[in-house]
T-cell receptor
Framework: GQNIDQPTEMTATEGAIVQINCTYQ??????LFWYQQHAGEAPTFLSY????GLEEKGRFSSFLSRSKGYSYLLLKELQMKDSASYLC?????????????FGAGTRLAVHP | GAGVSQSPRYKVTKRGQDVALRCDPI?????LYWYRQALGQGPEFLTY????????KSGLPNDRFSAERPEGSISTLTIQRTEQRDSAMYRC????????????FGPGTRLTVL
């Protein structure tokens, strides 16, 4: 079976740094994706890691350790607009395409 | 178009009726995916198309659910004899290929079965 775990909710202060963790146990692995989803909106792509290490993209960074089945999303200099759900998804390459299995998401609330 | 579009945005139907949900992917995108998303959960995979070929329908809950993409562009997800448990947000997504690139999600169709 496929299992992806991430905290349900987190709170943080504007201007601070927050780390959202994701652990996974899946039959197969072809990359770890992070998506952002504001309330009532569609998920939008943030990052993709297929090799171990840190990928930095502006205020957002994502880390992957395949041996530990672990990833995190790091958000720096938090802004109020970062209040959203953050979805961790594992790619499973099957039949010539990458099937995404999503976690339940972490709801982040940023306070002034 | 600029992004993935879906119609209708909201659909209320009575139990036992059939519904058809439409997805218009980004022009040129080969891959198309259908998901179902419950409130407070991540998207749950339903089915995948590569051009017009339905290559994976392992996530369709039962045989009341079907999908097609006859010309490799617009796709329709059909639910026959709807039941209250079918109420959910149905989203489609498209990607340029099916391998390592990001998926672009549509706004979804909120289905309510009374």
């Amino acid at each position: 079976g496929q299992n992806i775990d991430q905290p349900t909710e987190m709170t943080a202060t504007e201007g601070a740094i927050v780390q959202i963790n994701c652990t996974y146990q899946t039959s197969g692995f072809n990359g770890l994706f992070w998506y952002q989803q504001h309330a009532g909106e569609a998920p939008t792509f943030l990052s993709y890691n297929v090799l171990d290490g840190l990928e930095e993209k502006g205020r957002f960074s994502s880390f992957l350790s395949r041996s530990k089945g672990y990833s995190y999303l790091l958000l720096k200099e938090l802004q109020m607009k970062d209040s959203a759900s953050y979805l961790c998804a594992v790619g499973l390459f099957s039949g010539g395409y990458n099937k995404l299995i999503f976690g339940a998401g972490t709801r982040l609330a940023v306070h002034p | 178009g600029a992004g993935v579009s879906q119609s209708p945005r909201y659909k209320v139907t009575k139990r036992g009726q059939d519904v058809a949900l439409r997805c218009d992917p980004i022009s040129g995108h080969v891959s198309l995916y259908w998901y179902r998303q419950a409130l407070g959960q991540g998207p749950e995979f339903l089915t995948y198309f590569n051009y017009e070929a339905q290559q994976d329908k392992s996530g369709l809950p039962n045989d009341r659910f079907s999908a097609e993409r006859p010309e490799g562009s617009i796709s329709t997800l059909t639910i026959q004899r709807t039941e209250q448990r079918d109420s959910a947000m149905y989203r489609c997504a498209s990607s340029l290929t099916g391998t390592y690139d990001e998926q672009f999600f549509g706004p979804g169709t909120r289905l309510t079965v009374l």
